[in-house]
């Protein structure tokens, strides 16, 4: 993770059962990947540009200083998916070289 933060950008609940992928395409970094039911950021690749919160029109996309206080676990979910499935994701390298995981972080449900 990078420094004392976990991800730079969070994507929250509101991105669950609708991923409208207007961030990915917005993403310089292609660092927004596909869980099942919602997308999720890769903090180690993420440039910190902010270009994916405006693109977001479910406003589901918060710098993580200004994460609603209900929102903030969201953080640690976004980060926790990349080490999570068998294998884990962890970082590789852009979002348009792999598939859509087929997974999501357990506080996601199914």
Do not use: W
Not at 82 to 108: I, W
Request: charged letters at 25%; proline letters at 10%; glycine letters at 8%.
């Amino acid at each position: 993770m990078k420094g004392n933060k976990l991800v730079p950008y969070v994507i929250t609940d509101a991105c669950v059962d609708v991923m409208d992928k207007s961030c990915m395409e917005e993403c310089p970094a292609d660092c927004i990947y596909e869980g099942d039911r919602m997308l999720y950021i890769q903090p180690d690749e993420c440039v910190e540009c902010g270009r994916c919160e405006p693109a977001c029109p479910q406003i589901s996309i918060f710098h993580h200083e200004d994460l609603p206080e209900e929102s903030k676990h969201f953080e640690r979910v976004n980060a926790e998916f990349f080490t999570l499935g068998t294998p884990p994701l962890g970082s590789p390298g852009g979002a348009r070289k792999t598939s859509p995981t087929g997974h999501d972080h357990p506080e996601v449900g199914t």
